[in-house]
């Protein structure tokens, strides 16, 4: 029998690099509060997830039950979780970084625990049922020449740009951003200037944990949640982070477009089930090749 040929279609490779850019612009939105915790702060907040999921149910209530927007539900938990950061923090803080023993691989049992007592509480509280919401742009689209943009990736484009200009912009132009960029690095110069490093860690804690009520919103925009849905994203933002090099707003959002882009090609020509494990192939490939990240100093 004669061999089938394939095609090669760049029309379809161009829809898969469009819908990666603005895949890859919600994974920064998602990630950009764990630049902030692990990138800035050396925490290893491997709860993140969990919070962003926590979040998303959040949105989920709020939505349900009063009819609130998505984008603004996620407006309302910011400051809750912004408290829920600062408290945290300090049981982090009180419990191994004040000893200063084995806080790295102790904090990580700690966050870890942390992250499945948010599992199982979402677990008994409200199911193990998707939960989705109702926006008027979700399940429409924005026809562009032969493409169909999803409005939902659109929504998530325009909250990721956003969130990552007011971070760049507030640890660039305030001393209390000066100072969360020093804290990690020498908190003795940041004693000699007047500041205190647990507070600066603390408030800085509190901004990447108060992030996460709009990136909550966006999770649920985006696709319905699960309980279960922080397993398949602590991969992600820890890839994106990683290769943004630690701390580095603009190249959290970079990397997060690289891998956006490059999980819609696989998606596109391989199918779906190898398109989760791209996240820790490309993590493993910039640790083992440029360890500082690609855009780290």
């Not at 982090?92 to 084995?102: Q, V």
């Not at 700690?110 to 049922?129: K, N, P, Q, R, S």
């Not at 926006?135 to 659109?154: C, E, F, Q």
Request: aromatic share 12%.
């Amino acid at each position: 029998m004669p061999r089938a040929v394939t095609m090669f279609s760049f029309d379809l490779l161009l829809d898969a690099v469009v819908l990666g850019l603005l895949l890859g612009c919600f994974y920064a939105a998602v990630s950009i509060g764990l630049s902030v915790t692990f990138g800035l702060l050396d925490v290893p907040h491997v709860a993140h997830p969990a919070f962003l999921v926590a979040a998303s149910y959040g949105v989920y209530l709020l939505n349900d039950l009063w009819g609130i927007d998505p984008l603004l539900a996620g407006l309302v938990l910011t400051p809750v979780f912004f408290a829920v950061g600062l408290f945290a923090y300090w049981v982090y803080f009180e419990t191994f970084e004040k000893r200063g023993t084995d806080q790295g691989v102790r904090g990580i049992a700690f966050f870890f625990g942390i992250a499945f007592i948010i599992e199982v509480m979402i677990i008994l509280t409200m199911g193990v049922d998707q939960r989705s919401v109702q926006a008027p742009y979700i399940g429409k689209s924005l026809r562009l020449w032969d493409m169909r943009i999803p409005m939902r990736l659109i929504v998530a484009f325009g909250v990721a740009m956003l969130l990552t200009l007011l971070l760049t912009q507030y640890l660039s132009r305030t001393f209390t951003g000066w100072a969360i960029r020093a804290v990690a690095q020498d908190e003795g110069a940041l004693r000699l200037m007047g500041a205190n490093p647990y507070k600066i860690k603390q408030w800085a804690f509190g901004i990447g944990t108060a992030v996460l009520g709009m990136a909550g919103a966006l999770l649920i925009i985006v696709a319905p949640v699960d309980p279960t849905l922080d397993r398949a994203y602590i991969g992600r933002t820890f890839c994106v982070v990683v290769m943004a090099g630690l701390g580095s707003m603009s190249g959290t959002l970079a990397a997060a477009v690289i891998l956006g882009v490059s999980e819609s090609i696989v998606l596109t020509l391989f199918g779906a089930s190898w398109a989760p494990a791209i996240s820790f192939a490309m993590l493993l490939a910039v640790l083992a090749v440029r360890p500082q990240g690609l855009f780290g100093r």
